[in-house]
């Protein structure tokens, strides 16, 4: 069993659409990182939580540490958001991080 | 205002020799985590270092891999006799400090083991 859980694992989307994509962990986390990977394989990290919201642009993260999940928000989705989001966490034991499988994006224009 | 950097950024090795993966991480950084994605697979933490130290090394295979972090110049991952089940894209990440900072990614290495 992975220790984290992404859904869906691909989504596509018409130009402007709103979009989710949920993860789910099994353990106890000191961080929670959402990443976007594009196609030429370049990470970028797109927030960094540990509690609450976070918004940056037309991108919204939530986490709910009680239920273990989270959730990326697109408003407004755009072609360009297209990617693979990929929720990653840090165990509160150490070091150890742990990734989902990602969810591949593609957004129609 | 460089960000993290990675190379080479492609590798092709032969099974046997030995492939050496550089990272710089951001100025100002001294936490540096090496990751490993292989083909249709998700990211898997290898090492955690900071300058002189290995904290974790817990996702690292037991034998043929090790890493450094030396006081002066960049973080190196070293495969030993490389095999074709270690072609995978190799990434770092550094951070300004511990648990709590943000990770800066690096464009990342593709090793190719022919």
């Known amino acids: 069993k992975n220790e984290v859980e992404q859904s869906p694992q691909n989504l596509t989307a018409q130009e402007g659409e709103f979009i989710t994509i949920n993860c789910s962990y099994s353990?106890?986390?000191?961080?929670l990182h959402w990443l976007q990977q594009h196609p030429g394989g370049g990470i970028v990290s797109l927030f960094m939580l540990s509690s609450g919201k976070k918004k940056h642009g037309r991108l919204i993260a939530t986490i709910n540490i009680q239920e273990k999940h989270s959730s990326l928000h697109i408003t407004a989705s755009h072609p360009r958001d297209s990617a693979v989001y990929i929720c990653?966490?840090?165990?509160?034991?150490?070091?150890?991080?742990?990734f989902g499988t990602g969810t591949s994006l593609t957004v129609i224009p | 205002n460089a960000g993290v950097m990675q190379n080479p950024r492609h590798l092709v090795r032969r099974r046997g020799q030995e492939a050496r993966l550089r990272c710089s991480p951001m100025?100002?950084?001294?936490?540096v985590y090496w990751y490993r994605q292989l083909p249709e697979e998700g990211l898997k933490f290898m090492v955690y270092?900071?300058?002189?130290?290995?904290?974790?090394e817990s996702g690292m295979p037991k034998e043929r891999f090790s890493a450094e972090f030396p006081k002066e110049g960049p973080s190196i991952l070293r495969i030993q006799q490389v095999v074709r089940g270690d072609s995978a894209a190799y990434f770092c990440a550094s951070s300004l400090s511990g648990t709590y900072y943000e990770q800066y990614f690096g464009p990342g290495t593709r090793l190719t083991v022919t």
């Open positions: 100025k100002g950084h001294s936490h």
């Open positions: 270092l900071q300058k002189e130290n290995i904290i974790d």
């Open positions: 353990v106890g986390i000191s961080a």
């Open positions: 990653a966490v840090r165990e509160n034991t150490g070091n150890q991080f742990y």
